[in-house]
Antibody
Framework: QVQLVQSGAEVKKPGASVKVSCKASGYTFTSYGINWVRQAPGQGLEWMGWISPYNGGTNYAHNVQDRVTMTTDTSTSTAYMELRSLRSDDTAVYYC???????????????WGQGTMVTVSS | EIVMTQSPATLSVSAGEGATLSCRASESVSSNLAWYQQKPGQAPRLLIYGASTRATGIPARFSGSGSGTEFTLTISSLHSEDFAVYYCQQYNNRPPWTFGQGTKVEIK
């Protein structure tokens, strides 16, 4: 079945970096964009950015664009989100989520990963 | 950035009753509006896209309406599994895509 499986929980110190993975299966990885969304404890959803596995094109949210890099490895159907210079307010569950339609960047997210908890604490 | 505002923040409803959730956009998003359901400890689940189209496998008791800046999610008769937090999201034209702050539907 179509699914996104994310890497496990991480604990990082302020100033460190984290790289979260999202492995796709059950569909053609290069056909659908991947978004990253985070959710701080008890808070709502925040879109962080998007990547096209087809050509590597990206679009990042303004508030993280200087610290985030999204990449893909088409040989393993895996998307990655790296966040640098971590702060305590980066503590959140990070989700990857697939665009609903093929090659359409402006779309709802139909498949979500299970989430990866990233804790930033000294 | 388009700001999405949901109301109410919390809705107390008895099982079997209906519920109406609202979402307002700070500018027109046409029909590029999705609704998601999230239960504790779970990832969000797509319910509605295009403002009114149910996603695959979503029961008919969920319906969406609206266009432009005003949107509504209606649950016709709440089942026990429907008690959750609901988010609207706009994906109009170009990023950033933005979510509302959520409406929690709780058991009365």
């Amino acid at each position: 079945q179509v699914q996104l499986v994310q890497s496990g929980a991480e604990v990082k110190k302020p100033g460190a970096s984290v790289k979260v993975s999202c492995k796709a299966s059950g569909y053609t990885f290069t056909s659908y964009g991947i978004n990253w969304v985070r959710q701080a404890p008890g808070q709502g959803l925040e879109w962080m950015g998007w990547i096209s596995p087809y050509n590597g094109g990206t679009n990042y949210a303004h508030n993280v664009q200087d610290r985030v890099t999204m990449t893909t490895d088409t040989s393993t159907s895996t998307a990655y989100m790296e966040l640098r210079s971590l702060r305590s307010d980066d503590t959140a569950v990070y989700y990857c989520a697939r665009d609903r339609r093929i090659a359409v960047a402006a779309d709802a997210f139909d498949i979500w990963g299970q989430g990866t908890m990233v804790t930033v604490s000294s | 950035e388009i700001v999405m505002t949901q109301s109410p923040a919390t809705l107390s409803v008895s099982a079997g009753e209906g519920a109406t959730l609202s979402c307002r956009a700070s500018e027109s998003v046409s029909s590029n509006l999705a609704w998601y359901q999230q239960k504790p400890g779970q990832a969000p689940r797509l319910l509605i896209y295009g403002a009114s189209t149910r996603a695959t496998g979503i029961p008919a008791r969920f319906s969406g309406s609206g266009s432009g800046t005003e949107f509504t999610l209606t649950i016709s008769s709440l089942h026990s599994e429907d008690f959750a937090v609901y988010y609207c999201q706009q994906y109009n034209n170009r990023p950033p895509w933005t979510f509302g702050q959520g409406t929690k539907v709780e058991i009365k």
